[in-house]
């Protein structure tokens, strides 16, 4: 056991002799504060660290960042690596930038053969994490936020700094003067973590200044719990799930907890590392599906992954092909095939295309959201006559290959009374007259 301190910063952690450790160093100060401590600790017990670095390649300042913290791995003695990530999908930014981050780790602990990958997760991400995932809805892991140490195939991922809050790593560096780029985009409030950090973890600290040793007490205590509950679910999900198919019947008769395990576990299988893309609205989504009286139903979730509900059985499917069409009844949300998405909210400022608001009187309900037909029209708002969707489009430039997927909203006699993002109709109210029907979409 080494323990190397410095004014209530240590790391405390059973390395052998000759461990290779590879460290996810970005420049910044809580990875230059890891860094440090494991040269401390080399100076006492032999070890390879290897810095691995990722170039996001967003913004000016990051060529810079590399050269710094390339100059010193190489000042003092420690192999570097590093990728810059060259191009981005259409996937939610952070998520993928995290994956392709992660993927690289992985490769580079592979090439040297490390036992561990150590990251500078310090208690005050924690914080942010946990309540983050509070507010969008997870799973009782993701509650959990992240673990201290994490037992992958043939290495470990170890957070060493989780004890320890910003303020202690700023402290640590100011004392033993580490070196340290600042990323400005973290002080942002545009992301929702730079929100939290600047708005509800000041509150929280002031209430108590050791809160973040209750989050992690919580966290720990939350991830046993879930680890029982997964055991409970591992069995039950071989009762419930054979040849990629859930047998609904048996499904119902679980506990309610492990129902929405299942489908976790199912959801897993097909998004992997993605699966930060889903919430709760997605699980509840599914779960309405399965009760729902429809014999044969199907909803979209993100990346053309498709739901299908047959008589007794439910699928989970990726959809390689381009969807040709879709129609699905709006209740409280919808996932649309292009990625987008439809939801009913209670009151909404905005006033643009991509809000509709409507007076249930004036529309026969349920409404759908489905793909275009030949010699589709629209009443238009403010005017007497009728358009051709067709036309709608072309005015506004939406490219050819987009338009067959484009939504378009009818009600139950199959008026539209809606194009997300293009158009109003003739049913649309304004924020001052009365309604009763709130449609986003996003």
Not at 134 to 149: P, W
Not at 354 to 359: E, G, P
Request: charged share 30%.
């Amino acid at each position: 056991m080494i323990s190397v301190k410095a004014k209530k910063l240590a790391i405390s952690y059973p390395l052998k002799e000759n461990d290779v450790i590879v460290v996810g160093l970005s420049g910044g100060p809580d990875s230059m504060a890891l860094l440090s401590l494991l040269l401390d600790i080399r100076k006492h017990l032999p070890l390879s660290i290897v810095a691995a670095h990722v170039n996001h390649n967003v913004r000016k300042e990051s060529g810079k960042e590399k050269k710094f913290v390339e100059e010193f791995c190489l000042k003092h003695g420690v192999l570097f690596e590093s990728m810059t990530i060259s191009s981005y999908g259409d996937d939610n930014f952070h998520n993928e930038a995290r994956n392709i981050r992660y993927q690289f780790f992985e490769a580079i602990v592979h090439k040297y053969q490390a036992a561990y990958l150590m990251t500078a997760h310090h208690g005050d991400d924690l914080i942010e994490t946990i309540l983050m995932r509070i507010v969008r809805g997870s799973t009782l892991k993701g509650y959990s936020g992240f673990q201290e140490e994490v037992e992958m195939k043939d290495y470990k991922i170890v957070r060493p700094l989780l004890p320890y809050t910003k303020e202690d790593i700023l402290r640590y560096n100011k004392i033993h003067r580490v070196p340290y780029v600042v990323d400005r985009s973290n002080f942002k409030p545009k992301y929702t973590r730079n929100r939290y950090r600047k708005v509800i973890l000041p509150f929280l600290k002031k209430e108590d200044a050791n809160v973040h040793e209750k989050f992690w007490k919580f966290s720990k205590i939350l991830s046993e719990y879930s680890d029982y509950v997964d055991r409970e679910a591992a069995r039950a999900f071989q009762k419930v799930y054979h040849d990629l198919t859930l047998c609904i019947p048996k499904y119902l008769e679980l506990e309610p907890l492990l129902q929405e395990r299942v489908i976790y576990k199912m959801l897993e299988e097909v998004y992997q590392d993605d699966l930060m893309l889903l919430g709760d609205k997605h699980v509840n989504l599914i779960r309405d599906l399965i009760t729902s009286r429809k014999s044969n139903a199907f909803l979209y979730l993100p990346n053309n992954v498709k739901v299908v509900k047959s008589y007794e059985q439910l699928k989970i499917v990726v959809e390689t092909g381009e969807v040709a069409s879709y129609e699905i009844e709006i209740n409280d949300y919808a996932i649309l095939p292009n990625g987008k998405h439809l939801e009913v909210v209670p009151a909404w400022d905005e006033n643009g295309n991509d809000v509709c608001r409507l007076s249930s009187s004036d529309v026969t309900l349920p409404l759908y959201v489905r793909t275009r037909n030949h010699g589709d029209k629209m009443e238009m708002k403010g005017t007497n006559g009728h358009r051709k969707v067709k036309d709608i489009m072309i005015d506004a430039k939406v490219p050819l290959e987009e338009r067959e997927l484009w939504p378009v909203v009818v009600d139950s006699k199959g008026v539209i009374v809606w194009l997300p993002g293009l158009k109003k109709s003739k049913f649309n109210l304004s924020k001052n007259e009365n309604c009763d029907i709130i449609i986003r979409y996003y």
